[in-house]
Nanobody, 121 residues
Framework: VQLQASGGGLVQPGGSLRLSCAAS????????MGWYRQAPGNQRELVAI???????TYSLSVKGRFFISRDNAKNTVYLLMNSLKLEDTAVYYC????????????????WGQGTQVTVSS
């Protein structure tokens, strides 16, 4: 399983960034995908989840500003971040919930390496 996050960087408040997570080594179409973030001194927290089917989920802090999407043909999940705030500064991680082959009702979590997003004027 490989999850390669990219697209982070330095942006001014009010700006936008789009993160990408390229996935390989598993059945992307049958996996739940998500973005999480961790700021210095804080625990890792949910940003957004996009399941194999069904509704996307967003944390209250980003709802209406961030948008998660997936391209199953490219095995890639995206996070479009608009109206960025200072408090959005964090390392952003991609997570895959992969269905276990021995028990199709169970999903195992796999993490990518993270990409730094810094919002600063």
């Amino acid at each position: 399983v490989q999850l390669q996050a990219s697209g982070g960087g330095l942006v001014q408040p009010g700006g936008s960034l789009r993160l990408s997570c390229a996935a390989s080594g598993f059945d992307f179409n049958d996996s739940n995908m998500g973005w999480y973030r961790q700021a210095p001194g804080n625990q890792r927290e949910l940003v957004a989840i996009i399941p194999t089917y069904g509704r996307t989920t967003y944390s209250l802090s980003v709802k209406g500003r961030f948008f998660i999407s997936r391209d199953n043909a490219k095995n890639t999940v995206y996070l479009l971040m608009n109206s960025l705030k200072l408090e959005d500064t964090a390392v952003y991680y991609c997570k895959a919930g992969i269905r276990r082959s021995t028990d199709r009702t169970v999903f195992d979590d796999y993490w990518g390496q993270g990409t730094q997003v810094t919002v600063s004027s």
